[in-house]
């Protein structure tokens, strides 16, 4: 289905956000893997994509990286808006299929890489050529929030440009932000609690 904020791509996503993420939750923590990040469009995801779609001139001839990817929504916006190559990287080897699956359905050419890329400096590994990096929905958790927002400055500060979209997450960033653009995002009742939350896109500033 389309996400309700980007009608103009496809994903594969479960239909009933409760009784999968419950399913999977169980089966997937008894062995010992994350919950099923992949099977939704987050808020933030959601957003940046919006803006990256409505901001074509700022991503044409661009590379890009969507750090925790998820399904791959901000990559695949990424590249319909002109980027000249988006790789979606992700921890969690069921994201990278629902990757490959959503590229497949949209008809365009995502890289996916499944590791964990947080360090890795500005131009050497996954991160050599990459100019813009794009992270949808990050800042749920204290410790990576605090690991990603670190890196992702160091990132800024050696040249790159980084978004972030967030829907108010408890460790999201409170200073050394640019807002860029404010959505109102539908969500499932079943797993925001709300069906809507206002979301924001960040450019990241260096400190
Ligand atoms: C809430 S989901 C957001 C997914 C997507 N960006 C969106 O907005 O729909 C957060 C994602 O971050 C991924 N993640 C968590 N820690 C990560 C890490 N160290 N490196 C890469 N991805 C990570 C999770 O596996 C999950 O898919």
């Given at each position: 289905?389309?996400?309700?904020?980007?009608?103009?791509?496809?994903?594969?996503?479960?239909?009933?956000?409760?009784?999968?993420?419950?399913?999977?939750?169980?089966?997937?923590?008894?062995?010992?893997?994350?919950?099923?990040?992949?099977?939704?469009?987050?808020?933030?995801?959601?957003?940046?994509?919006?803006?990256?779609?409505?901001?074509?001139?700022?991503?044409?001839?661009?590379?890009?990286?969507?750090?925790?990817?998820?399904?791959?929504?901000?990559?695949?916006?990424?590249?319909?808006?002109?980027?000249?190559?988006?790789?979606?990287?992700?921890?969690?080897?069921?994201?990278?299929?629902?990757?490959?699956?959503?590229?497949?359905?949209?008809?365009?050419?995502?890289?996916?890489?499944?590791?964990?890329?947080?360090?890795t400096p500005?131009g050497s590994g996954?991160l050599a050529?990459?100019?813009?990096?794009?992270?949808?929905?990050?800042?749920?958790?204290?410790?990576?929030?605090?690991?990603?927002?670190?890196?992702?400055?160091?990132?800024?500060?050696?040249?790159?440009?980084?978004?972030?979209?967030?829907?108010?997450?408890?460790?999201?960033?409170?200073?050394?932000?640019?807002?860029?653009?404010?959505?109102?995002?539908?969500?499932?009742?079943?797993?925001?609690?709300?069906?809507?939350?206002?979301?924001?896109?960040?450019?990241?500033?260096?400190?």
């Amino acid at each position: 289905m389309p996400p309700p904020l980007v009608p103009e791509l496809r994903l594969h996503t479960a239909e009933e956000a409760t009784d999968l993420w419950q399913a999977t939750e169980d089966e997937l923590n008894a062995a010992g893997l994350p919950p099923p990040f992949w099977a939704f469009p987050w808020a933030g995801g959601q957003a940046v994509a919006r803006w990256l779609l409505d901001h074509a001139g700022d991503v044409r001839g661009r590379a890009v990286l969507d750090f925790g990817a998820g399904g791959g929504l901000a990559a695949l916006a990424a590249v319909k808006a002109g980027a000249v190559r988006a790789v979606a990287v992700d921890i969690d080897p069921f994201a990278a299929t629902a990757q490959r699956l959503n590229a497949a359905l949209n008809g365009l050419a995502v890289e996916v890489l499944e590791a964990d890329i947080v360090g890795t400096p500005a131009g050497s590994g996954v991160l050599a050529g990459i100019d813009l990096v794009v992270a949808g929905d990050v800042c749920y958790e204290a410790a990576m929030a605090g690991q990603v927002l670190t890196w992702l400055r160091g990132l800024v500060a050696a040249g790159l440009t980084v978004l972030l979209g967030d829907p108010g997450r408890t460790f999201a960033p409170t200073q050394g932000l640019e807002e860029l653009a404010s959505y109102q995002v539908p969500t499932p009742l079943a797993l925001e609690d709300r069906t809507m939350r206002t979301t924001l896109v960040w450019r990241l500033l260096a400190s």
